[in-house]
Structure formats: C-alpha cells, structure tokens
C-alpha cells in the first residue's frame, strides 16, 4: 500500500508541475507553441486529451521500478545528487533515443526536442524527489 501512495503522489505532484509548465510554456516561448499548430500534430485532440493527465501516473509507476532497482548503485549519494543522477539516466538512456527518432520523423524544431528532454528529465526528477522523500 505504501508503494501505490507513493507512486500516486509521484504522480500528483508531476502532475501539478507539469500543468504549471505548459502555461509557463505558453506565457515565455509563444513561438514554441505555434509550433504546435503545425500539422504534424493532430488539430484536434479532445478524444487523446485525457492521456495528458495520464502519463504522469504512467511515467511515476515506471519510474518506481527503475528508481527500486538501481538506487542500491546510487547509495554514496545524498538524496538529491541520487536523483539527479537517476534523473539524468533516465533523460539519456529512454528519452533521447526516442526523441532523436521523433526529430528524424516529423518536422519540429530542435528547440521543441530540447523542451521535451529537459521536460522528461524535470519529471523524472521530481518522481525521484518524491521516492527519496518517501523512503
């Protein structure tokens, strides 16, 4: 029981944090987010849009297992600096291979895949916070 509240806190607080980026998003890079208006990206997504909400419970989820199995190598660390490094694993290791595919198969900007990969790493971070924090 203590891993399903922990692995939904994960979730809520990416959750949070990541609702507040895309407005973030939206007020500093407004040339980032026509970028969005380009047909490569569906016109209407209202029938996918709950998937949004989705994918910080998915990603926390996932990431437990990952953060259970490999904090053991991590152990010399203080709590950040261990998920910092964790963080930063999961960035180069699942995100950028993925995101180098997506930049090579639809017309979006660099800048756009380096959103995504800082994005996906400030996420994990933050699932890895709260794993640290939870004990």
């Known amino acids: 029981m203590k891993n399903f509240v922990t692995i939904l806190l994960a979730g809520v607080t ?9 407005f973030g998003m939206i007020s500093f890079f407004p040339a980032l987010i026509e970028e969005y208006y380009s047909p490569v990206f569906r016109s209407n997504s209202f029938n996918t849009d709950w998937l949004f909400y989705l994918h910080p419970f998915v990603l926390s989820a996932a990431f437990f297992w990952f953060w259970n199995r490999y904090k053991e190598e991590l152990i010399n660390s203080s709590g950040i600096v261990r998920a ?18 997506t930049f090579s198969a639809i ?14 790493i400030l996420q994990a971070l933050l699932a890895s916070l709260v ?3 939870r004990g």
């Open 14 to 22: 990416v959750l949070i944090v990541s609702v507040g980026l895309l």
């Open 84 to 101: 910092l490094k964790a963080s930063f694993t999961y960035g180069l290791v699942a995100m950028a291979p993925v995101l180098l595919l």
């Open 107 to 120: 017309d979006i900007s660099v800048f756009m895949v380096l959103t995504w990969l800082v994005y996906g």
């Open 131 to 133: 794993f640290e924090w």
